[in-house]
């Protein structure tokens, strides 16, 4: 392989990763609420995002031990039990794509 193929300190052109892999935003916390069908991400920065548990089936149907069990790296959540994985960046893309529909 040619050394002149190699990215050496390429940096991030999507703004979601640069937020994230840049700046170092990062889920601080989340809560889970069933009877509202929420899961609530505080992050780094002191804002919130939301998402419906509904969303992903796994989860949907977990109780709510299953829910809190948990591993958060703070760009990603995995539920080693329930075989689920989430992503800030998919959190992010999420608020993106419903945030007109919020205001509206």
Avoid: C
């Avoid at 796994?58 to 995995?78: Q, T, V």
Wanted: aromatic letters at 8%; zero cysteines; a neutral charge.
């Amino acid at each position: 392989m040619n050394t002149s193929d190699k990215i050496i300190n390429k940096r991030a052109t999507d703004p979601l990763d640069i937020l994230i892999f840049e700046e170092g935003l990062r889920m601080k916390s989340i809560w889970f609420d069933k009877d509202l069908d929420l899961i609530i991400v505080l992050l780094n920065n002191k804002k919130i995002i939301q998402r419906p548990i509904s969303d992903f089936k796994r989860l949907k149907n977990a109780s709510i031990e299953e829910l809190n069990n948990y591993e958060n790296d703070g760009i990603g959540i995995h539920w080693p039990d329930l075989n689920e994985d989430l992503s800030l960046r998919g959190f992010l893309k999420y608020e993106l794509a419903h945030f007109s529909k919020k205001v509206a």
